[in-house]
């Protein structure tokens, strides 16, 4: 029974990729999950800002301590060598360090300039590939969809330019023109488009007048849109397709494969279960297709993508009209 796959270039033994949380942060949980069956690993993301302000406020230290008295500069942190990407990277070449399979930074930057100088930074720590979260306010009425999907699409092709490694785009589901924005930044190069973005959880304390924030673990639930923006792309883009968000069995690794997926972000599933999950839902993964007469996972990627329906338009519109009540 074969469960490999081929996922932004590389050869996994399987499509079960640790997805981008607190998991890869500890050395020993990343050796146990690649022991366990980890294909791959997905970084947290580096932000933008985050260094910025880390940056600001190493200078503004350093200004007040040079202020004290002469001697401050003996101790004083200096602002050429302040934090930022440094912990990261540092991070990135331990984990590369600690496995033998493919380590994903990832990135969520606000300027151009920094897009691309972090990702080349992250290259050259030795990052196999490079994971671009591309992510656009909601609240921001004075940008049309058309230029957000412009600067995204400018992003994916600037830092394309930049590094060698492949670069995958994460997208929210949050697009009017899915499947031709999806279409775009394929053109532009990406290797890779990873469904969907998880956003936090916002409701509204009505006595305090406070928004409350809350990020709960995924389950089997929200596998279904992740399907849909999978089977809507699948074999019109040459970009490998990931699903992250809702896989938490081997069933769902087969439905994600079956409408296109290459491969799957785990995270929640293996918060919840543990590391050893991966080896379960591989044994269950290979239990089924025994059972179910499959050879590969190879041989029944994409079999339910909508490239398979003569008019996906007319089917998706006749599944919405039995949807209403």
Same mark, same amino acid.
């Given at each position: 029974?074969?469960?490999?796959? /081929? ?16 998991? /890869? ?15 791959? !690993? ?17 200078? !503004? ?135 969907? /973005? ?74 919840r279960h543990g590391p050893y999950h991966l080896t ?32 996906p338009a007319a089917y998706e519109r006749a599944h ?6």
């Amino acid at each position: 029974m074969n469960l490999g796959t /081929t996922y932004l270039g590389f050869r996994l033994k399987s499509p079960l990729i640790v997805g981008s949380g607190p998991l /890869t942060d500890d050395l020993d949980a990343v050796r146990q999950l690649e022991d366990a069956g980890a294909a791959a !690993f997905v970084l947290r993301p580096l932000y933008e800002e985050e260094i910025a302000g880390e940056q600001m406020s190493a200078f !503004f230290s350093s200004e007040s301590h040079d202020d004290s008295f002469a001697e401050a500069t003996s101790y004083a942190p200096d602002p050429e060598l302040a934090p930022g990407p440094d912990e990261y990277l540092e991070h990135l070449r331990r984990v590369k360090e600690a496995v033998d399979v493919p380590v994903l930074a990832a990135l969520n930057g606000t300027t151009s300039g920094g897009w691309t100088s972090y990702a080349l930074l992250m290259e050259q720590a030795g990052a196999d590939a490079i994971e671009l979260e591309l992510y656009h306010p909601a609240s921001d009425p004075e940008t049309s969809g058309a230029e957000v999907e412009r600067r995204m699409r400018d992003v994916v092709a600037e830092v394309k330019r930049t590094v060698r490694v492949p670069v995958a785009a994460k997208l929210s589901p949050l697009f009017t023109a899915f499947g031709h924005f999806a279409g775009q930044l394929d053109a532009a190069g990406a290797d890779g488009l990873t469904l969907f /973005t998880r956003f936090h959880r916002a409701d509204i304390d009505v006595k305090e007048l406070e928004v409350v924030r809350t990020f709960a673990p995924s389950d089997s639930s929200e596998l279904s849109l992740r399907l849909r923006g999978v089977a809507a792309v699948s074999g019109r883009v040459k970009a490998s397709l990931a699903v992250a968000g809702g896989v938490h069995t081997a069933l769902d690794v087969i439905k994600a494969t079956m409408a296109g997926a290459h491969a799957v972000h785990m995270l929640s599933a293996l918060v919840r279960h543990g590391p050893y999950h991966l080896t379960r839902m591989a044994d269950d993964l290979e239990a089924w297709m025994n059972e179910n007469e499959w050879r590969s996972l190879e041989e029944m990627r994409g079999n339910m993508g909508f490239d398979r329906v003569p008019d996906p338009a007319a089917y998706e519109r006749a599944h919405f009209r039995m949807a209403r009540p």
